[in-house]
Each structure stands twice: as C-alpha cells, then as structure tokens.
C-alpha cells in the first residue's frame, strides 16, 4: 500500500513541460488557455511617433491610450504566420496565411496591450471565420509576399467584399493598400526593459471594447529575436481607411525572422 502510493505522489508532482508555455513579458502568466499555435515568419514592426490628442478619439473610451515621452504610436506590422492550426494537430492540417496589422498602445485595469484598428489576412475563409468569431476588424485583402537577396516583398489589397467578415465597403471609399519592401540591417538582439523596442513589441495581450464591455486575447512566445530594420514604403492608405491621423518622419523598424507562438481565444472581461 505505501509504495503505491508512494508511486501515486511521483505522479502527481512530476513537473509538466509544455514547449509553448511561455511567461509574459511583464512577469505575469497567461490567463486563457491557449488554443492555437503558430510560427510567424520575415515579418517587421513599423512604428511612428504620433500626436496623443490626435489619436485620442479614435480609441474606445474603456482603454487608456498609452504614451511614451508624451507621444503615441502607431505601428503596421505586415509578417506572415506559418503552421497555423490547432495546439498538437498533426501538419497536414496547418496552414500559412500573410497578415497586415495596424495598432495602437494601450492600458486595460493597469495591464499593457494593443488596440487593432483593422486586421487585414490574406485567406477569406481565415478572415470571415476570425472576424465572426472574435469581433475583432479583420478583413480579407490579396496578398502577396516574396524574398530577393534579404529584402522582402510586401503587397496587400483589402478586398472590396471581406468575405463575409465585415460590410461590403463604400465603392468610393479609399482603397486599403500597403506595398513595401522591408529588410533586417543589423545583428539579433532581444528588446530590454525600459527601452523603445521592449515598450513597442513586448505585449502580449490584446483589447477590443464592444457595447457589453471589454474582449480580451492573448499571445504566449519567448522575447522578441530583433533586427534593426529598413523600410521602403511604395504606397500606403492604411492610416487614411481607418481615418486616423498622418504620422510625419521616417518611422522605426524592427524586423525578425522566426517566431514560434501560442493565442488564446479572446473572451469577454468582467466589469468590476
């Protein structure tokens, strides 16, 4: 009877190892399950300073717009996400998809996230199912990504119809487009604290405020593997379709090659 149990207490206290378990950035653990898992892929961080009383309007009242040195940012993101499907479901069921995010800094309760202005994904059935799903503003554009001698290739056209995961757009409504060529120029390093990188890459969660309060979602993966990066923009309304104001100056840019990472499914806060 002791060694039985005995052997029962192994069991229970054996540690458990989770390759996709990953602590926060800012030293908390997720909160949801994490459903999903991915690898993102030659994906970059496009940041400019924007002016605080300007963005201000355009973000629910329920988040507090976060500044840093008294300005805002805005930050596109085009990257793609590689081996997409469901934690522990065998490849032949995964899928790539090109995503072009555009995002804003905010507070919820005191915690650090991000607030999506448009989530624009290269695959309609992946929009229409995450748009229906989430609430979040995903949108179906076509998409085509290439590599050439350590640039990448970056073009994204919201489609007119977003198959069936928003309204069909005003025809005389300005196109969404982003086309860019972006590369890494620079050594790998990982973002510390209290510095602009940490501050504009390292947030794990995000918000959406909807009429019955606040979603949530959240992402789970090691410290961002950084580049400094370089940008040439050929074309972008990104900014102008979400009505939001023109950022002026060159921007900052990061890059990273590979990434794996867990999402949560966004659920729906309680109000206090």
């Not at 499907?85 to 507070?107: D, K, Q, S």
Request: net charge negative.
């Amino acid at each position: 009877m002791t060694d039985h149990n005995n052997r029962q207490t192994r069991r229970r206290i054996r540690p458990r190892t989770d390759p996709f378990r990953w602590d926060f950035a800012d030293g908390s653990n997720p909160t949801a399950p994490h459903v999903a898992s991915m690898t993102w892929r030659d994906g970059s961080f496009v940041n400019w300073p924007v002016d605080a009383d300007a963005l201000r309007p355009h973000v629910p009242d329920q988040l507090t717009l976060e500044t840093r040195d008294g300005d805002a940012w805005l930050s596109v993101l085009p990257f793609v996400l590689t081996k997409v499907g469901i934690r522990g479901a065998p490849p032949f069921t995964r899928t790539a998809v090109a995503e072009l995010n555009v995002r804003t800094y905010v507070r919820y309760r005191g915690d650090p996230g991000l607030f999506f202005f448009s989530i624009d994904v290269g695959s309609p059935l992946i929009a229409a199912i995450v748009g229906r799903t989430t609430r979040l503003p995903v949108y179906h554009a076509h998409m085509r990504v290439s590599a050439d001698s350590g640039d990448v290739l970056f073009s994204s056209t919201r489609s007119q119809t977003a198959a069936g995961a928003r309204p069909r757009f005003d025809e005389d409504a300005p196109r969404a487009r982003f086309d860019a060529t972006y590369r890494p120029d620079g050594d790998v390093f990982r973002p510390e604290p209290d510095t602009l990188a940490h501050w504009l890459v390292e947030r794990r969660r995000l918000y959406a405020a909807e009429d019955r309060g606040v979603l949530t979602g959240e992402i789970a993966h090691e410290r961002w593997p950084l580049r400094p990066g370089e940008v040439t923009i050929n074309e972008n309304t990104m900014f102008e379709v979400n009505d939001l104001p023109e950022p002026t100056g060159d921007p900052v840019v990061y890059y990273c090659d590979e990434l794996p990472m867990t999402g949560s499914i966004p659920r729906r806060l309680r109000e206090e």
